[in-house]
């Protein structure tokens, strides 16, 4: 008989595929233990963590100052926790459609919430398409304050022709977790996109990401 996957060992559900049944306290302690190499003081490592951060994808979107204000921390902890966190926006990013990156919608999200949703600054990024949708190039424009980033269309613009883009994904977060537009949410993106026009290059989407949340100018009939 199949063990039920809560009364797997975790190490063992890890390696029968079956990791998506453990939680992130579980998950953050296995993660502690094999790069600490102990399982003495992990424990109470990723306890800290937890309690301060709440969950695996906070830990690994935490700034380096953050994670080094820990207690026992270690040197190496931190660049661990940045290579766990580039190797899961690569691997959303692969999980991309090559052909059209719009044609699945979750795919995108996916990897749009892992770069963005955890941010505590708000951070402006631009996804270059060709002619068929295919990407480019996503490069982060502009970091801000907690409610604010300057976006400068003309350089926007700039870029798009720089890199041959047909079209441009804008996505930015709200670190307040709501992804509701703003005002200067709506009129940036208006100013950005008549910029565009000049060059004939379109803007397919506008995502705001929130926490667990997220707004399509598209759907939102805001373009």
Known sequence: MTEPP??????LALLTGRGRHLDD???????????TGREEGSTELSHTLFARFGSL?????????????????GTHMVPMIRLLQEAALRYNRARLPPEDVLDSEQK??????ARLARENIEQFRILFLNEKNSLIADEAQARGTVNHTP?????VARRAVEVGASALVLVHNHP?????PSEADLQMTMQVQAALDVVGVTIAD???????????FRRSNLL
């Open 6 to 11: 809560s009364k797997l060992e975790p190490p």
């Open 25 to 35: 306290a579980t998950l953050l302690h296995l993660v502690t233990a094999q790069f």
């Open 57 to 73: 994808a906070a830990v690994l979107s935490a700034s380096n100052r953050e994670l080094e204000s820990i207690t026992n921390m």
């Open 108 to 113: 995108l999200l996916d990897y749009l919430t």
């Open 151 to 155: 976006v400068y269309p003309r350089e």
């Open 176 to 180: 307040s977790g709501d992804p509701t």
């Open 206 to 216: 506008h995502f705001i990401i929130g926490n667990g949340r997220h707004t399509s």
